[in-house]
């Protein structure tokens, strides 16, 4: 895994049963209509073949590691999902985001991926705007597809076939 891109301080490492409660706390924090219920990260965290979840994690001023950002994406090929990635307010601009999706399209390569599809709420633009610098395009609109009512606008990276795939 690559953390170059990381800010100092910061460190890119794989989500585990005991990061749950505090990626559940933000999870609430940040999406509270939408928040996954706990029992679905670690439901999430059980299924490895098709399932690759990370956590960035920076150290508070008493030197405590702190849960800054989570993200995780499903691959059953030819298709990989990103099912969830946010990073806490105060930290968002300072290209922790773009890191964690960087190692999750790697890990969609890794796992023989040919696209990366995701959901984003119309209403963040910033996402949206992270995602096409990234190459992502919107495919598709679901209607009212969160609580709120708010749609989602489907996007989708190609990545091509792997190498040694046959055509």
Request: aromatic share 6%; glycine share 6%.
């Amino acid at each position: 895994m690559t953390a170059q891109s990381l800010p100092d301080g910061v460190h890119l490492r794989d989500m585990t049963e005991a990061d749950v409660p505090a990626v559940h706390s933000l999870e609430k924090a940040l999406f509270p209509v939408d928040a996954w219920p706990e029992r679905m990260f670690r439901d999430e965290l059980s299924q490895p073949e098709t399932r690759r979840y990370y956590v960035a994690e920076e150290r508070t001023p008493e030197g405590e590691p702190r849960i800054i950002a989570y993200a995780g994406v499903m691959c059953v090929p030819p298709i990989a999902d990103v099912q969830t990635i946010a990073v806490v307010p105060e930290r968002e601009g300072r290209g922790i985001g773009a890191a964690v999706l960087t190692e999750l399209i790697a890990e969609a390569r890794r796992r023989g991926a040919e696209d990366v599809m995701l959901e984003v709420r119309a209403d963040n633009p910033r996402a949206q705007a992270l995602y096409r610098r990234f190459g992502f395009t919107h495919i598709h609109t679901r209607r009212r597809y969160y609580r709120d009512g708010v749609d989602a606008h489907i996007m989708q990276l190609p990545l091509g076939r792997p190498e040694g795939r046959d055509q």
